[in-house]
């Protein structure tokens, strides 16, 4: 493992409880611990598994302008986002392509960012730039996040917390957990309930222990937290989706508020308002081999005249469905559910069909 690599609060326990560490966006992070990464999908299916994703990008925006301020550079409907509120959204460039997508919560006193690794410094620099002068813009580098995911989260994070599985789904709130002050969402990346948990780094590995100690917790890696939210139909930037991409063209046009879609005001509002108006010429599809060949990234689609009418994007097995899944993007015209495809996968075809997203229902928290 290279020294040079940044390191999480949480890489001495990783370490302690025999991860695989791996290079990912500049720091050393877990792939999977002793079980495995089948099992730890499995168990976040079944039960409950804890994330690190500290390496994730934490900002803070602060002021009265600072929802309108962030509407400059997203889609979303961020002044009528209530306190207590959370809502996803992505940066957007002149072309309409997607420079990071991300969370923002309303913490009423602030808005809290978590933004893609990979991308943060990018984020950072593009937010600095566009921001005006009453809009204070903080790195809250002093902190780690905790992704608790799985049926039992709520369960196990209620040993933790009192009350927090009342929280509703896409909601956060403050809370003193141990001494520390947590910002706690019910959100994650797996398609399960789950929460996730910014904490002060110099509590984060008491907390990771405490919520480890409980029966149905265990530690997972990104081999996991990749397979989770592929079989969820949830984007990976970089992979899914990235600068050349719109909201539309990857099916997430959901995330553009009605608003925004009339009055505009953000990079790349007309290229958007045209797609949703006209359609795109392409779409991100789910795909499913009829076999057990699994298509991945850069996986060539034709159609079955042998015409190339898109690519893969993610693939891989899905240990849910016991089978292979992927995602790609093709032509407009042949993205109908149900509709038969060819995979080049290692310069032979193989059949497969165009197929509903998720491939996992998602069993996200409802009610209160």
């Known amino acids: 493992m290279d020294d040079t690599l940044k390191t999480t609060p949480l890489a001495p326990l990783h370490r302690e409880l025999g991860a695989k560490m791996v290079e990912f966006a500049g720091y050393a992070m877990p792939v999977h611990f002793p079980a495995g990464i089948l099992a730890e999908h499995l168990h976040t299916r079944s039960q409950a598994s804890l994330f690190d994703v500290s390496h994730m990008g934490q900002l803070i925006l602060r002021g009265a302008s600072a929802g309108a301020a962030l509407e400059t550079v997203v889609p979303a409907d961020i002044v009528a986002l209530a306190p207590g509120r959370m809502r996803y959204t992505m940066f957007t460039n002149a072309q309409g392509g997607i420079l990071d997508d991300l969370m923002v919560t309303n913490f009423g006193d602030h808005l809290f960012l978590v933004v893609n690794a990979a991308r943060k410094h990018l984020d950072l620099a593009h937010l600095q730039a566009e921001c005006p002068d009453a809009v204070s813009l903080t790195v809250a580098d002093d902190r780690a996040l905790l992704a608790l995911q799985g049926p039992q989260a709520a369960m196990a994070m209620e040993q933790v917390l009192p009350g927090a599985s009342l929280l509703p789904f896409m909601s956060a709130h403050t809370a003193d957990i141990g001494g520390a002050v947590c910002m706690i969402s019910r959100s994650g990346y797996t398609g399960e309930d789950g929460?996730?948990?910014?904490?002060?780094?110099?509590?984060?590995?008491?907390?990771?222990?405490?919520?480890?100690?409980?029966?149905?917790?265990?530690p997972a890696g990104l081999g996991a937290r990749d397979s989770l939210r592929l079989e969820a139909g949830l984007c990976l930037y970089g992979s899914d989706i990235d600068e050349t991409t719109t909201p539309v063209e990857a099916n997430l046009a959901w995330s553009i508020a009605k608003r925004r879609r009339e009055q505009g005001g953000f990079p790349g509002a007309d290229v958007i308002r045209r797609q949703l108006s006209e359609g795109p010429s392409r779409l991100?599809?789910?795909?499913?081999?009829?076999?057990?060949?699994?298509?991945?990234?850069?996986?060539?689609?034709?159609?079955?005249?042998?015409?190339?009418?898109?690519?893969?994007?993610?693939?891989?097995?899905?240990?849910?469905?016991?089978?292979?899944?992927?995602?790609?993007?093709?032509?407009a015209a042949g993205a109908r559910i149900g509709a038969p495809v060819r995979l080049i996968v290692r310069g032979k075809p193989h059949d497969g069909v165009i197929a509903e997203l998720p491939f996992v229902p998602h069993r996200y928290a409802k009610g209160s």
């Open 195 to 218: 929460f996730e948990i910014s904490v002060p780094a110099a509590h984060a590995e008491a907390l990771a222990r405490t919520i480890l100690a409980h029966p149905a917790v265990r």
């Open 284 to 331: 991100r599809v789910g795909i499913r081999s009829l076999d057990r060949a699994p298509a991945r990234s850069h996986t060539e689609i034709q159609d079955f005249a042998g015409n190339r009418i898109g690519e893969v994007t993610s693939g891989g097995f899905g240990p849910s469905v016991d089978g292979p899944v992927a995602m790609g993007y093709v032509q």
